[in-house]
């Protein structure tokens, strides 16, 4: 079974400009979580899609937003890049668990995203 | 979810077995322990999580005391490729899928 993919591994971008990231979990998978990792703050979750809808959200400013597609694919967008946002980011993918029980979530690669 | 306590780093001959440290002192009746872990550069890898019972997989073994306040994830044969950031998280099994990564153990596996 093919894992979680990313695309792009990586990306180069200026102060200012937008940019959108793309996750396509494991197949069958219906929840997609985002999470931002950088030296200073470590992992931390921006937030999770579960059928087309956000579930839960991390403490992340406006300018990152997300979307799920309906079959389940997941795009991340910042906008207005700040060189803070420079951070591998992370996207993972789990299956539902029965009365939507916690199942462990296998992640990708990651896109790692600098801000010049 | 409950905070967990885990030492900085540790170092650990190839061939023997790692064992890392988790303290969740103030962990919940309904919460389990997950154990993943980050090869530099990777995405975290799932490991293994247990509630109260011993768990073992083809990874590693997890030990949670009685009084479920610590643990313990056992690497048997640690190898070089086992180096890596150990991440220990207590949450509770719902469809809340907000992990909470502390720093984490570095783990270096030296031949």
């Known amino acids: 079974k093919a894992g979680v993919t990313q695309t792009p591994r990586y990306l180069i971008k200026t102060r200012g400009q937008q940019v959108t990231l793309s996750c396509s979990p494991i197949s069958g998978h219906r929840s997609v979580s985002w999470y931002q990792q950088t030296p200073g703050q470590g992992l931390q979750f921006l937030f999770e899609y579960f059928s087309e809808t956000q579930r839960n959200k991390g403490n992340f400013p406006g300018r990152f937003s997300g979307r799920q597609f309906s079959n389940s694919r997941s795009e991340m967008n910042v906008s207005t890049l700040e060189l803070g946002d420079s951070a591998l980011y992370l996207c993972?993918?789990?299956?539902?668990?029965?009365?939507?029980?916690?199942?462990?979530?296998?992640f990708g690669p990651g896109t790692r995203l600098t801000v010049l | 979810d409950a905070k967990t306590t885990q030492p900085p780093s540790m170092d650990c001959a190839e061939g023997r077995a790692a064992n890392l440290p988790c303290n969740h002192s103030t962990i919940s009746g309904n919460e389990y322990v997950y154990w993943y872990r980050q090869i530099h550069s990777q995405g975290p890898q799932y490991i293994i999580h247990?509630?109260?019972n011993n768990e073992t997989n083809e990874m590693a073994s997890l030990i949670i005391t009685e009084d479920r306040k610590s643990s313990t994830l056992i690497l048997p044969h640690a190898t070089l490729r086992d180096t890596a950031v150990y991440y220990c998280?207590?949450?509770?099994?719902?469809?809340?899928?907000?992990?909470?990564f502390g720093a984490g153990t570095t783990v270096t596996v030296r031949a």
């Open positions: 247990g509630l109260k």
């Open positions: 998280i207590v949450r509770v099994r719902s469809n809340d899928y907000k992990l909470s």
């Open positions: 993972a993918s789990s299956r539902e668990g029965a009365g939507g029980t916690y199942n462990e979530q296998f």
